[in-house]
């Protein structure tokens, strides 16, 4: 069984950054999409950055192109989302997630997918918070 824990977010203002983490433990056979989803109250939820485990090429939503980055720490089993330039609309729940994405990893990202059925393995969420 594939877990995934979440740790960071916080409260900050406007311009600022934060870092959120994702430690992965578990068997997972090859590579796999990693990825990075928020939700907003009464928004859908969405992907914002996506990479495929092994160097894969990063995906990323048009509203954090620039701003936000997503890498993977193989040693340490472990996903980050750098945050910069936080703006009050980057204010949501935050999920990192696991899985299998038919249409291509860095697709999830660059197309602000939903996750859904192809990943299956979930952290457990943390809210980001951004003041203006």
């Known amino acids: 069984e594939v877990q995934l824990v979440q740790s960071g977010g916080d409260s900050v203002q406007a311009g600022g950054s934060l870092r959120l983490s994702c430690a992965i433990s578990?068997?997972?056979?090859?590579?796999?999409?990693l990825g990075w989803f928020r939700q907003a109250p009464g928004k859908e939820r969405g992907a914002v950055a996506s990479?495929?485990?092994?160097?894969?090429?990063?995906g990323y939503a048009d509203p954090v192109e620039g701003r936000f980055t997503i890498s993977e720490d193989k040693d340490r089993n472990t996903l980050y989302l750098q945050m910069d330039s936080l703006r009050p609309e980057d204010t949501a729940m935050y999920y990192c997630?696991?899985?299998?994405?038919?249409?291509?990893?860095?697709?999830?990202?660059?197309?602000?997918?939903?996750?859904?059925?192809?990943?299956?393995?979930w952290g457990q969420g943390t809210q980001v918070t951004v003041s203006s």
């Open positions: 997630a696991a899985g299998y994405p038919p249409g291509g990893c860095r697709t999830v990202g660059r197309r602000a997918r939903a996750g859904g059925p192809d990943f299956p393995y």
């Open positions: 990479i495929l485990t092994g160097g894969g090429e990063p």
């Open positions: 578990g068997n997972i056979a090859g590579r796999i999409c």
